[in-house]
């Protein structure tokens, strides 16, 4: 079974008197431990859909399936805790809590998990998930004494804090420097080698290149991608069934 | 677990900037504060007023003999003879309200010393207790005791304007005066006291142990007191007609003893003319009369259809006076706590929309990690509380340090008043959380895609 399963999702922005449609029927499907691209220039509904697909976000119509999960009908609070446990997410500008250390940034998204867990317990997951990025000896650093590069895997730790199945990077290395880019892309694909599944959103065919398959918008459109062999058919059904098929095979 | 995860959270949030956080609990540091310092200010002066007016006599009460009636004609108040001694002693063991009670007997003559005389506003005879039921201290010189009761001994105590009157001024301790040409030596002279609601000069008394105001001074012998009308007389200031000293004239011959024997008079212990005593406190005026009366109505006899047969009255004005002061200071402390702990909470308010707007971005992110509204409420909801509390805690020591510095350097009275406190608590709590609800409010409605994408 797919990890993700869009179906026909529209959504359209009511700005009063006009509607405007951004995403206009859009159907994909990413398998588990795949590493996805979401790619588009802008207004390409890209950011719309990863909001959709980071469960920030409702479609306006069309169903999703996370995890075996139907998000569509959740409501606010309802997603917030799909949020919490399933989906992690790194941003472009890191997104870290000043004044905080490494590790309490690390932690922090367990203050919101549904069952409390003990204050050492989180310190214990977080020091681990630290060490794995590398930054073993920076957990009591604040994010101003850290690098770009440092925080942004300060910001991967704490997206993974969880054990999300699904990760969302958008644009996690345009704040970055080449070098530091393809270290941070480097634990991403080394994150996907551990069996974690990862969509990066972004406009660069460069971070593009290290996905195993782009995701192209256009349009509000998805042009290229949707599913594991990039297939246009007219009969979208067809190729549904059959990627299902071949993706249970896979899986 | 959570809650202290919040509250730490709260802590931090509010460690970024402290001055700022500072500057905004000022408004609450001074509305407590001077809650706190008036209230113990208050609290001391309200104090002492009540002591004042408690030996003005505001917690005095008294009970006065019934009137007398007979055939449908009143004698007015006062006129019947039925309190005694022993209903003094027994209000004494028995009326748990009561703090101290005295008997009084009244008379009325002339004072001689030193060549002077002077006749007393008030004389009474009582027992050593009537100074604490008066709450009247001693100038100088000690009071009688019981055992001078016991023995009818011819010691007083005499007031500020005899003194003046008889003495010049000088110390009367010792000396000796004539009074219905009995000589008795002042043992004390009492505080001034000045005139009381009335205008009456209350300085101008003599005390003395009631037998001795009875028994030799009215003039009611032993044998006199013993029957059924006494004649409380202010005879014997004329030396005209008493030219044998502590002789009363009678208008009756003496009866022979087998007469007496025949004819026997019911006996009648001696009668005293009011009885004084003080409650407790205010609070106990109230129960001391109810178990005063049920009491007296025991002693007497009377049934529960009879009227009572003596009279029990307090000074009502003082304690409405009391309970009007009271209240008019609470009410004005209230006023000046509320405007005061608004201005602070508007404070408060603007400080946490700024500090929302500013962590917009954040809240974003704690939303994006998985935080549901009402987690940011809450989040919101504490650093509000906590601030008000902090504000809370620093007004206490501002207000207590106030009123030490009031009471070390003025002079003014001043108590610690612990429920002002608990109330300074609560009330910061809750401007915390008045005032602290609307910006979290609009924190935890906030779409974490835009407060996400927020410069």
């Known amino acids: 079974m797919d990890l993700i399963r869009l179906n026909n999702i529209t959504k359209t922005y009511d700005l009063g008197e006009v509607q405007v449609p951004v995403l206009k029927g859009v159907s994909l499907a990413v398998g588990r431990g795949e590493l996805v691209a979401l790619m588009g220039a802008s207004g390409s509904g890209k950011s719309t859909l990863m909001n959709i697909l980071g469960c920030l976000d409702r479609a306006t119509s069309g169903e999703y399936w996370l995890d075996g999960q139907d998000i569509s009908e959740l409501d606010t609070d309802q997603r917030a805790h799909v949020r919490n446990h399933k989906i992690g997410f790194v941003f472009q500008s890191f997104n870290l809590l000043a004044r905080t250390t490494a590790l309490e940034n690390v932690i922090m998204p367990l203050t919101y998990a549904e069952k409390s867990i003990p204050d050492r317990e989180q310190k214990r997951r977080g020091r681990e998930i630290l060490e794995r990025v590398g930054l073993k000896d920076r957990m009591g650093h604040y994010p101003s004494q850290l690098s770009g590069g440092q925080q942004q895997r300060v910001a991967i730790a704490r997206s993974l804090i969880n054990n999300p199945p699904l990760l969302f990077a958008d644009e996690p290395t345009g704040n970055l420097d080449s070098k530091t880019s393809e270290e941070v892309l480097q634990m991403f694909q080394s994150l996907n080698n551990d069996g974690i599944t990862i969509i990066l959103v972004t406009h660069s065919a460069e971070v593009g290149a290290w996905s195993k398959r782009a995701i192209t918008m256009k349009d509000g459109l998805v042009e290229s991608g949707a599913f594991a062999h990039s297939l246009h058919a007219p009969n979208l059904k067809a190729v549904v069934e059959a990627e299902r098929s071949e993706l249970g095979i896979v899986l | ?455």
């Open chain 2, 1 to 455: 677990m959570r809650s202290i995860r919040t509250f730490t959270t709260a802590v931090r949030a509010l460690r970024r900037n402290v001055m700022r956080a500072v500057l905004t609990t000022l408004g609450i540091v001074i509305g407590i504060g001077s809650v706190i310092a008036m209230m113990e200010i208050g609290t001391g002066s309200s104090n002492a007023m009540q002591k004042t007016v408690a030996s003005m006599g505001a917690n005095n009460l008294m009970v006065f003999p019934g009137q007398a009636r007979a055939a449908g004609v009143s004698a007015g108040q006062g006129s019947s003879v039925s309190l005694t001694p022993a209903d003094c002693e027994a209000i004494r063991q028995e009326c748990p309200s009561v703090q101290a009670v005295a008997p009084v007997v009244w008379g009325r003559t002339q004072l001689v010393a030193d060549g002077k005389n002077w006749v007393p506003n008030s004389m009474s005879g009582t027992t050593p207790e009537y100074l604490d039921v008066r709450q009247w201290p001693l100038a100088e010189g000690q009071n009688f005791t019981d055992r001078d009761v016991r023995n009818r001994a011819t010691v007083c105590l005499i007031g500020q304007t005899l003194q003046r009157e008889l003495f010049d001024g000088h110390s009367a301790v010792g000396k000796e005066m004539r009074v219905n040409n009995i000589t008795f030596r002042v043992v004390g002279v009492l505080a001034t006291k000045g005139a009381n609601m009335m205008g009456q000069d209350q300085d101008d008394v003599l005390i003395a142990p009631w037998t001795t105001i009875k028994f030799r001074v009215s003039g009611s012998g032993y044998s006199q007191s013993n029957q059924s009308v006494t004649t409380v007389t202010a005879s014997g200031t004329n030396s005209i007609s008493n030219l044998y000293p502590s002789v009363v004239w009678s208008t009756y011959p003496t009866k022979p003893s087998l007469q007496s024997l025949d004819s026997p008079m019911p006996v009648r212990f001696a009668n005293i003319n009011q009885i004084v005593l003080a409650a407790w406190n205010a609070d106990q005026i109230q129960p001391a009369i109810e178990q005063v009366t049920s009491l007296l109505r025991d002693r007497h006899h009377l049934r529960p259809d009879e009227p009572n047969d003596f009279d029990v009255r307090n000074l009502a004005e003082f304690m409405k006076v009391l309970g009007s002061t009271t209240a008019l200071m609470t009410n004005l402390l209230l006023c000046v706590a509320a405007i005061s702990l608004i201005v602070g909470g508007v404070g408060i308010m603007n400080i946490m929309l700024v500090s929302v707007t500013e962590r917009t971005r954040e809240i974003g992110l704690r939303m994006a990690v998985g935080a549901r509204g009402a987690d940011i409420l809450r989040q919101f909801l504490t650093e509000s509380v906590v601030l008000c509390l902090m504000g809370g805690a620093l007004g206490i020591l501002l207000g207590s340090g106030t009123s030490w510095i009031v009471s070390a350097t003025l002079g003014w009275p001043t108590a610690s008043s612990p429920g002002a406190i608990v109330a300074a608590v609560a009330v910061s709590a809750t401007v915390g959380i008045v005032f602290g609800y609307y910006p979290a409010w609009k924190a935890s409605r906030l779409d974490p895609i835009e407060a996400l994408r927020y410069e």
